[in-house]
């Protein structure tokens, strides 16, 4: 009867560290499409790299990713599960994009640069970046040509994402 008892005990107690587990991975969220040609993605996930505190990098994606291929998609998975992604870095001291990090990612062109901060194609709004939590808006000003093989794209994301960390404190 002890023995039942303690195993019922341990596989509550790692169900509720599964569950905790999941939850928190729910919590970050993206909202809005990425808009290829005449094509448009949902985007649904939404992740955090926080390697470098000062600048983190946030992943959004249609696709739900393996947590080692954060912020650098590898081709060959962008290719074999068809991932559309946007990846950029924010300061987190100015609430800013940066250009240390902005990539695109299309099944058959891996990842495209986003360009550069200067070229305005896009604006980043940080409404809020704490120790718990980066939220904002990241949208195009319009349709961006970046080089004849790649499809024009534009698009306009909200994004929620928890920090593991407590990274971008500032």
């Known amino acids: 009867m002890h023995a039942s008892l303690s195993l019922a005990i341990r596989l509550c107690c790692c169900a509720t560290i599964a569950l905790s ?26 992740y955090v790299d926080e390697a470098q ?16 291929s954060i912020p650098f998609i590898p081709d060959k998975l962008v290719d074999e599960q068809k991932i559309h992604a946007v990846a950029f870095s924010v300061s987190a001291a100015d609430k800013t994009w940066t250009n240390t990090f902005g990539k695109l990612y299309l099944p058959g062109h891996g990842g495209v640069g986003l360009g550069r901060v200067e ?39 909200s994004f929620s994402v928890n920090l593991v960390k407590g990274a971008a404190q500032h």
């Open 21 to 46: 587990a999941c939850v928190r991975a729910a919590e970050s969220k993206v909202s809005g499409t990425l808009t290829l040609g005449e094509e448009k993605i949902a985007l649904k996930y939404a």
């Open 53 to 68: 505190p000062a600048e983190p990098i946030i992943v959004l994606s249609d696709q739900p990713l393996p947590a080692k």
């Open 119 to 157: 070229d305005g194609n896009e604006t980043l709004v940080i409404r809020k970046i704490d120790s718990g939590a980066i939220e904002g808006t990241f949208a195009t000003r319009s349709v961006v040509h970046v080089i004849e093989s790649v499809p024009p794209y534009s698009f306009d994301l």
